[in-house]
């Protein structure tokens, strides 16, 4: 199967050596995307709310670039610098899916990049 390199400039470019996404076959590997505004290069952290929801429209521009959609998650990862955020991040996040939920976990970790609050990634399949 071919590798194929996801790009999109409706999402933040990467800040490091690595991809927006790849897709492999029916597979799409995202790398974690935090609460930075594509548009303007800022990161939206007003409150965790807002960033979160800046997490998920940069999820979301990445899914479309790979023609994915939530409904083909199977898997996220949530990394949160605080364990404090969990439910405000957790109300928004479900508010993005329409029932059938993908695998998760979620963790609190020392440092995120940039100093951001939270940091999602995902798997999806088609």
């Given at each position: 199967?071919?590798?194929?390199?996801?790009?999109?400039?409706?999402a933040?470019?990467?800040?490091?050596?690595?991809?927006?996404?790849v897709?492999?076959?029916?597979?799409?590997?995202?790398?974690?995307?935090?609460?930075?505004?594509?548009?303007?290069?800022?990161?939206?952290?007003?409150?965790?709310?807002?960033?979160?929801?800046?997490?998920?429209?940069?999820?979301?521009?990445?899914?479309?670039?790979?023609?994915?959609?939530?409904?083909?998650?199977?898997?996220?990862?949530?990394?949160?610098?605080?364990m404090?955020?969990?439910?405000?991040?957790?109300?928004?996040?479900?508010?993005?899916?329409?029932?059938?939920?993908?695998?998760?976990?979620?963790?609190a970790?020392?440092?995120?990049?940039?100093?951001?609050?939270?940091?999602?990634?995902?798997?999806?399949?088609?």
């Amino acid at each position: 199967m071919e590798k194929k390199i996801i790009h999109t400039s409706n999402a933040p470019e990467a800040i490091g050596p690595y991809s927006q996404a790849v897709q492999i076959g029916n597979m799409l590997f995202m790398s974690g995307q935090i609460a930075i505004n594509p548009k303007s290069g800022a990161l939206e952290m007003t409150d965790i709310i807002t960033e979160t929801h800046q997490v998920m429209k940069n999820i979301l521009a990445v899914l479309a670039a790979a023609e994915f959609d939530l409904s083909h998650v199977v898997k996220t990862t949530i990394f949160l610098s605080d364990m404090n955020y969990f439910q405000d991040v957790n109300t928004v996040y479900a508010s993005y899916f329409l029932g059938s939920y993908p695998a998760r976990e979620t963790v609190a970790v020392a440092g995120l990049p940039k100093n951001v609050n939270v940091e999602i990634s995902m798997i999806a399949h088609k």
